[in-house]
């Protein structure tokens, strides 16, 4: 296992659109380990594979206190949407210390590939579908902030700018 650097807004990268994955093999498993494995050590619930740089459509999460229920979804879609939307807090490993509200649907369908390779739908939820929405939004490009007004993200971006120069020296 590894741990995997992960991309930094305003990062460029981050608004890659990621491909679907061509085949559940060993490669693929590795990366959902090493993601998972990044996620936890990072305090983070979920981890998109944009997040490390990789531009496949595979996503982890885990809402445990434990670390002990890990979810992975390889070319997750989603099948059904709720009616209602929410304003949710959310934050991101890619935007740290920022946590802002984005209206999410209360509860989602969505059909996925475990890490067996192995198709399932799994009906979310509360934070649950929060998170896969969010993860989700990755895949495509979208960071949570690009929900947020201009002002506030380039107040973000500024942010997050200055501190990857004091990091940096
Ligand atoms: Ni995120």
């Known amino acids: 296992m590894a741990l995997l650097p992960i991309l930094c807004y305003p990062d460029l990268r981050l608004h890659t659109v990621a491909k679907p ?3 559940v093999d ?3 498993r590795q990366l959902c380990s090493d993601m998972l494995q990044t996620m936890y050590e990072a ?3 979920g981890l998109a594979a944009t997040q ?5 459509r595979l996503i982890v999460i885990d809402l445990s206190q434990e670390h002990d229920q890990p ?3 390889i070319n997750p879609e989603l099948v059904w949407t709720s009616e209602g939307k929410h304003l949710n807090e959310e934050g991101c490993l890619s935007v740290p210390g920022i946590y802002d509200g984005v209206e999410r649907f209360d509860a989602v369908h969505v059909r996925a590939l475990d890490a ?3 198709s399932r739908v799994i009906e979310a939820e509360g934070l ?3 998170c896969i929405q969010h993860e989700m939004d990755h895949l495509l490009g979208k960071v949570f902030v ?3 007004s201009p002002l506030k993200r380039n107040r973000i971006k500024t942010k997050m700018l200055k501190a990857q120069r004091e990091d940096a020296r």
């Open 21 to 23: 994955v061509a085949a």
């Open 26 to 28: 060993a490669r693929i």
């Open 43 to 45: 305090s983070g619930i």
């Open 52 to 56: 490390v740089n990789v531009h496949e």
């Open 71 to 73: 979810l992975v979804l």
């Open 116 to 118: 067996q390779g192995h």
């Open 128 to 130: 649950l579908a929060v």
């Open 146 to 148: 690009e929900y947020l």
